[in-house]
């Protein structure tokens, strides 16, 4: 089992920046890839930007090269970040965690909002 806490999100103006954070703990030695969705309103959840063991990235066109997701390791917990900038209004969304294990189960955060608006 891996559990997971998101923090970070909020309301900011267009072009602005925000970090977004994911504490993993239990089980973390499974874990194979970790990453960012998306969902707006009326629109289905999407992914933003993953990061897997090695290092190796993936994006969504949508935000290439204006969001960076990392990943830090420690003894018991791995983070994964989302460092989001030039932020546009369609970004605007709710940010779910995710994270594939190596027998490819799922795990959710709980979400976080993030809202772009002048």
């Known amino acids: 089992q891996v559990q997971l806490v998101e923090t970070g999100g909020g309301l900011v103006q267009p072009g602005e920046s925000l970090r977004l954070s994911c504490a993993a703990s239990g089980i973390i030695s499974s874990i194979y890839a970790m990453g960012w969705y998306r969902q707006a309103p009326g629109k289905q959840r999407e992914l933003v930007a993953v990061v897997r063991n090695g290092g190796s990235t993936n994006y969504a066109d949508s935000v290439k090269g204006r969001f960076t997701i990392s990943r830090d390791n420690a003894k018991n917990t791995v983070t994964v970040y989302l460092q989001m900038t030039s932020l546009k209004a369609e970004d605007t969304a709710a940010y779910y965690c995710?994270?594939?294990?190596?027998?490819?189960?799922?795990?959710w955060g709980q979400g976080t909002q993030v809202t772009v608006s002048s």
């Open positions: 995710n994270v594939l294990d190596t027998l490819l189960r799922t795990y």
